[in-house]
């Protein structure tokens, strides 16, 4: 018997392409096949082999190539998509609505034509609605076409926790509900410093501060880089998914999933608590939400309903 070596394709070789690359192959998840257009070809050849070429100082194994030929995508096991633009400051993350949604749509012609086994992972924004377009293009089951959001969301928010508390982020949970915009949802009542509610630990105001931080936190870094978006996190984020599939861990992870009456919306992608594993998004978790939770949450849930209006 041959045990055949793991595939993950990675569509758009920018910088969280370019970034979710070399973090995949830095822990041997797979092999890797950085894709790009045909006009950008060399340089995302060029990438790959410069990764390449740092394996035998960190010493992983895993192969990376560049392309725009998807042929090189066969078989991939998970393809994750980062094609596209990325916004600038000023702009929204739905001001990208245009642009990407035919981006997805030509790229996933081409990844289900090559790997029509694969799970598929959504990175480009406003990426609710572009996991939506992904979806319907692919024609692939709800538990094979996901989104990335939540846990860069909720990286962010930890992040800010545990500066605030001056403690180790291993031990500040939290999770991030709704889409990925300023309206998203930080849940503080689920969110703890090594197991103690973080209520108890941060004044309301201070926590009401870290809340509003996460909910810009995207536009922060915009502002930062000034020439385009995040990119280390969001790729550390997909990273996360992408492992839990393909070692069949079963995690608890927020995701960008398709609800059919979940928290009360059918049709639409958004950001919720999910089971990842080796079958994809095993499962929805549903939570008791308080009225002022299910309020915000049905505010986001409205902002992204806005943004599949204009989908074409
Ligand atoms: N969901 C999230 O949490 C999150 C986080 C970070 C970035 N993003 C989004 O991810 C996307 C990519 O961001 P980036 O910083 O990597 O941008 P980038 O501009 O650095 O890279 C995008 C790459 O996509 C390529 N591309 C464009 N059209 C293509 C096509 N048809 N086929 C293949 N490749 C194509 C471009 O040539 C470019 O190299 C943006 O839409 C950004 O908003 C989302
Ligand atoms: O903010 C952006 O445009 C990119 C990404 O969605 C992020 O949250 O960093």
Known sequence: MTIKRRKVSVIGGGFTGATTALMLAQKE????????????????????LDMLEASPVQGFDSN???????E??????IVVITAGIARKPGM????????NQKVMKSVTQEIVKYSPNCYIIVLTNPVDAMTYTVFKESGFPKERVIGQSGVLD??????FVAQELNLSVKDVTGFVLGGHGDDMVPLIRYSYAGGIPLETLIPKDRLDAIVERTRKGGGEIVGLLGNGSAYYAPAASLVQMVEAILKDQRRVIPAIAYLEGEYGYDGIYLGVPTILGGNGLEKIIELELTEEEKTALGQSASAVKNVMEALV
Not at 64 to 70: A, F, L, R
């Open 72 to 77: 090189d995508t066969k078989d991939s096991d």
């Open 154 to 159: 909720t990286a962010r928010f930890r992040t």
């Open 29 to 48: 998840l797979s092999d890797v096949v950085l894709v790009d257009i045909p006009q950008n070809e060399d340089p995302t050849k060029g990438k790959a």
């Open 92 to 99: 929204s993350r739905d001001d990208l609505v245009q642009t």
């Open 64 to 70: 990376i190539i560049g392309t725009s030929n998807y």
